[in-house]
């Protein structure tokens, strides 16, 4: 496609409620990120992917949250068991390579209540 | 530990004028690369500039600017003939060579213009 879309947009869920978030990269982009970003805070690292690997998933914030992009395009962020501190906007970016600037989607907000 | 600072929570400029946002990093590494995003309430992430850091030149896509001071760890954006469609969040970033293609960001300035 044109852009990184990211989907649901918008998602609430109770609190212990499993949610997985989508995100489709632009074609052809080998990289794929995910981040989080809390309201008013700069976005922070989760992880990381090229192609279908995940290189580096030090910034996943506990078990409850594991990613995976199985055929190196679609990647799903699933966080299990869902608390309050989760909320936040989680925003996909894929990039054609390492110092390439990103390309991000609109994210999707996930509140917790 | 590699950080950024943006000192500036909140600015606001007239319509058709200039303004300047700050920023300040650090990282012991040589080798990096420097970025503006701005993040409308549409909350897409746009790039706005990057620097390399090995580039003594800096970088300029049309109104916005940098002035790039490698020694103190300085990355500033200038964004000349300021217009309402600038008003947003605006985040410095970098990126290491050994970060693994991670972006370190700050935490932002809202920017808005005025008309």
């Known amino acids: 496609g044109a852009g990184v879309s990211q989907s649901p947009r918008y998602k609430v869920a109770k609190r212990g409620q499993d949610v997985a978030l989508r995100c489709d990269p632009i074609s052809g982009h080998v990289s794929l990120f995910w981040y989080q970003q809390a309201l008013g805070q700069g976005p922070e690292f989760l992880t990381y992917?090229?192609?279908?690997?995940?290189?580096?998933k030090s910034g996943l914030p506990s078990d409850r949250f594991f990613a995976e992009r199985p055929e190196g395009s679609v990647s799903t962020l699933k966080i299990q068991r869902t608390q309050q501190e989760d909320s936040a906007v989680y925003l996909c970016?894929?990039?054609?390579?390492?110092?390439?600037?990103?390309?991000f989607g609109s994210g999707t907000r996930l509140t917790v209540v | 530990a590699q950080t950024v600072t943006q000192s500036q929570p909140e600015m606001s400029v007239q319509e058709a004028e200039t303004v300047t946002l700050s920023c300040t990093y650090d990282?012991?590494?040589?080798?990096?690369?420097l970025f503006w995003y701005k993040q409308p309430p549409s909350r897409q992430m746009i790039l706005v500039i990057r620097?390399?850091?090995?580039?003594?030149q800096n970088a300029t896509e049309n109104r916005f600017s940098v002035n790039f001071q490698k020694a103190a760890k300085s990355f500033s954006l200038k964004i000349s003939d300021s217009q309402l469609g600038d008003t947003a969040m605006y985040f410095c970033a970098f990126m290491t060579e050994t970060s693994g293609s991670r972006l370190t960001f700050g935490e932002g300035t809202q920017l808005t213009v005025n008309p």
């Open positions: 990282t012991s590494e040589n080798n990096y690369y």
């Open positions: 970016a894929s990039s054609l390579g390492a110092g390439d600037g990103y390309t």
């Open positions: 992917f090229q192609n279908e690997a995940q290189l580096d």
């Open positions: 620097q390399e850091a090995y580039k003594q």
